[in-house]
Nanobody, 124 residues
Framework: QVQLVESGGGLVQAGDSLRLSCAASGRTFSSYNMGWFRQAPGKEREFVATIRSNGRTYYADSVKGRFTMSRDNAKNTVYLQMNSLKPEDTAVYYC??????????????????WGQGTQVTVSS
């Protein structure tokens, strides 16, 4: 069982930066593939970024070049550095984890554990 706790959300202006953190419980964190998803009001939850257990990262086209996902296995934590934020980035951001192989790492149903979410609001 893995518990995930997100933090770092808040209210910022367009163009600002935020760094989200996701702290995970468990002793095999380095073996987990981790993901960030987001859900805007009235919309379905969507993929943002993933970092594999080997450190490789993949991003949604909408955030590529602006967001960076990283992990610190010693701290059992993943991060999402968000720069040049836009109003359309406003959403609840969720951290997700999966131990073992995944077909792509880009879909919700490929993850077994989820955090409670953290709100990010970007004003224009």
């Amino acid at each position: 069982q893995v518990q995930l706790v997100e933090s770092g959300g808040g209210l910022v202006q367009a163009g600002d930066s935020l760094r989200l953190s996701c702290a995970a419980s468990g002793r095999t964190f380095s073996s987990y593939n981790m993901g960030w998803f987001r859900q805007a009001p009235g919309k379905e939850r969507e993929f943002v970024a993933t970092i594999r257990s080997n450190g490789r990262t993949y991003y949604a086209d909408s955030v590529k070049g602006r967001f960076t996902m990283s992990r610190d296995n010693a701290k059992n934590t993943v991060y999402l550095q968000m720069n040049s934020l836009k109003p359309e980035d406003t959403a609840v951001y969720y951290c997700a984890a999966k131990w073992g192989a995944q077909p792509t790492g880009l879909k919700e149903n490929e993850y077994d554990y989820w955090g409670q979410g953290t709100q990010v609001t970007v004003s224009s």
